[in-house]
């Protein structure tokens, strides 16, 4: 019997986890996907993949058995809406990784995580709660990603990295063996992490270097 699914967030992202849910699907029928839920319903967006957009959290509260996951790209957007169900709601988060990612031996994944198609992780790797692993991305040995992290599309993570709460990796970066990224650091698409960031910082480049800090619990505001 298959599951009921609905997917939080209906932009690109929003579609890409649909994918996910029916590539899925043609190899071992597991989801049920009911549709998309959002915070507000467009009135020329009311169905999505050919999905209906069903509503917001009201409708996940009046249906406690479907699962749900978030698929908003921001690490600390995807933060605010899970604070917002777990505070009303007793729904479960789904866990989805594409048939075509690869996952070695002992890759653990927390409740609410996506891993896109074309990802790669090897071996010896914890990922928390509500992470996303975009398509193309690699992550070597003895990583360990913790809740909201976000990897975009190309990031290469190096063995005995640690991505700290809500760090967001952009586009096609890379962060060196041994190093930290704080918690709710951005780096920039493109960049070279070569030594540890401080929590709440952005920075671009190659190597990466600071150009922005933010006050602590930014992500909350």
């Known amino acids: 019997m298959r599951q009921k699914l609905v997917i939080f967030g209906a932009g690109g992202f929003g579609r890409e986890v649909l994918q996910i849910v029916r590539d ?31 509503g917001g959290i009201d ?3 009046a249906n ?28 479960r988060f789904a866990v989805l990784v594409h048939p075509r990612a690869w996952l070695g031996e002992h890759v653990e994944i927390g409740a609410g995580s996506v891993v896109c198609a074309g990802a790669l992780l090897t071996t010896d790797i914890v990922i928390g709660r509500h992470v996303h692993v975009n398509i193309g991305c690699t992550v070597g040995h003895d990583a360990v990603l913790d809740d909201f992290t976000t ?3 190309g990031v290469n993570i190096s063995g005995n990295v640690r991505i700290m709460s809500g760090g967001e990796i952009g586009t096609g970066s890379v962060v ?21 960031l401080a929590a709440n910082v952005t920075a671009v480049g190659a190597p990466a270097r600071i150009i922005k800090e933010r006050h ?3 992500h909350a505001g």
Do not use: M
Not at 65 to 90: D, E, L, P, T
Not at 176 to 196: D, E, F, K, L, N
């Open 24 to 54: 899925l699907n043609a190899v071992t029928p597991t989801w049920e996907c009911l549709g998309f839920l959002a915070d507000a319903i467009p009135a020329d967006a009311a169905t999505v993949g050919g999905l209906p957009v069903l």
């Open 59 to 61: 409708w996940l509260h």
């Open 64 to 91: 406690p058995q479907v699962q749900v996951v978030i698929a908003v790209g921001s690490s600390a957007g995807r933060w605010k809406i899970a604070q917002r169900i777990s505070a009303v709601c007793s729904n």
């Open 151 to 153: 990897l975009n599309p």
């Open 176 to 196: 060196i063996p041994r190093c930290t990224v704080s918690p709710w650091a951005i780096v920039g698409a493109g960049a070279v992490v070569t030594s540890s």
């Open 216 to 218: 602590d619990g930014w």
